[in-house]
């Protein structure tokens, strides 16, 4: 069974919507997010994939309310739970970071304080979440070594970072994200810095959480075949926007944008050996001076001259999809060619 048939999710824990977030530098303001609207449900697992640069981490920031400076939210709601997280000041967002949404970052050493062993840094968080003595979170933290798969824990736990493996930082890390048995994680590219083995390890790992914890995922990552193994749903990001989202059966099967197929048509699949890989053309619109037009139509091969005048915005179009991903938004695109058969 697909990971799509396995996750539920029917009901929304998270709801971003309209969110727009903007970086001021010296040559002028970079638009990084442009009007992201999506949803999780609870238990489930959503993959947002696209190019480098195209606003997936922004958005996984801003999700946090971890937007660094000179970066800020400039619109848009972000409901946890039907709490508007934007609406709260940054001791509140505290309290609630590492209790309901917790964070997986692409490299765990950025995430791992050098300085402190792996027990200080795992049993604070229960400390103060958890208001647990030293000696139950110290407890605690060595049964969440175990759980993601860290050898000896009892004598690892004492360890420094740096006496980790790359894979083994980033099982610490996770270790710290599940810690509080938060409702959601946002992981954000955490298998880049590791080799494919230990990738399919990590993989397996937040499958297994998101399966017996119930915790929601949103996986922020450039693999398709990471998405295709995982994900009960994918939104595809470009140049700050999301383009496409459906179920992923639904996306791999029928991509409605040219630049979702594209993705798909320039990915090595095992079953299509004897294809040639179509790379997409031409290069990202600058985020410092966006068109009031399609921002993929200098790069599409199906552009019509609409599509150098108007800007689509995303709608639903028919899928082959049936059952819960349609209470999730089912499939729907920003491209006015999307109910014609292009390829």
Avoid at 90 to 115: C, H, T, W, Y
Avoid at 239 to 251: K, P
Wanted: aromatic share 4%.
């Amino acid at each position: 069974m697909s990971a799509a048939g396995e996750q539920g999710g029917g009901d929304r824990l998270l709801a971003v919507t309209d969110l727009r977030v903007q970086f001021g530098t010296k040559k002028g303001t970079v638009h990084a997010v442009n009007g992201v609207s999506f949803s999780v449900g609870r238990g489930e697992m959503l993959g947002i994939v696209g190019e480098s640069g195209c606003g997936k981490s922004a958005t996984g920031l801003s999700i946090m309310r971890l937007v660094p400076r000179p970066g800020r939210i400039t619109s848009g709601a972000i409901l946890l739970d039907n709490q508007d997280l934007r609406a709260l000041g940054e001791s509140e967002m505290r309290a609630i970071r590492g209790k309901s949404i917790s964070m997986i970052f692409q490299d765990p050493m950025s995430a791992l304080n050098p300085v402190l062993t792996i027990s200080r840094q795992l049993t604070e968080a229960l400390i103060l979440h958890e208001g647990m003595g030293r000696r139950d979170a110290h407890d605690r933290s060595v049964e969440l070594l175990r759980k993601v798969g860290i050898p000896s824990p009892e004598k690892r736990i004492r360890d420094y970072p740096h006496q980790f493996s790359g894979g083994m930082r980033q099982r610490a890390t996770i270790a710290m994200a599940i810690s509080c048995r938060p409702k959601i994680i946002i992981a954000d590219e955490p298998t880049t810095a590791l080799d494919v083995t230990i990738q399919a390890q990590i993989i397996e790992l937040m499958q297994s959480i998101c399966r017996e914890l119930g915790t929601s995922i949103v996986l922020i990552t450039h693999s398709l075949g990471i998405v295709a193994g995982t994900c009960r749903r994918v939104a595809v990001m470009y140049a700050g926007r999301i383009v496409e989202q459906a179920g992923t059966d639904e996306m791999f099967s029928n991509p409605r944008h040219p630049y979702t197929h594209g993705l798909l048509t320039s990915t090595p699949r095992m079953d299509r050996v004897e294809r040639r890989l179509q790379p997409i053309g031409g290069m990202a619109p600058s985020l410092r001076t966006l068109p009031s037009r399609c921002f993929f139509a200098p790069r599409c091969a199906y552009a019509v001259d609409r599509c150098t005048r108007e800007d689509p915005a995303l709608q639903a179009v028919e899928g082959r999809s049936r059952g819960p991903v349609q209470e999730l938004g089912s499939h729907s695109t920003a491209c006015f060619r999307s109910t014609e058969q292009l390829w």
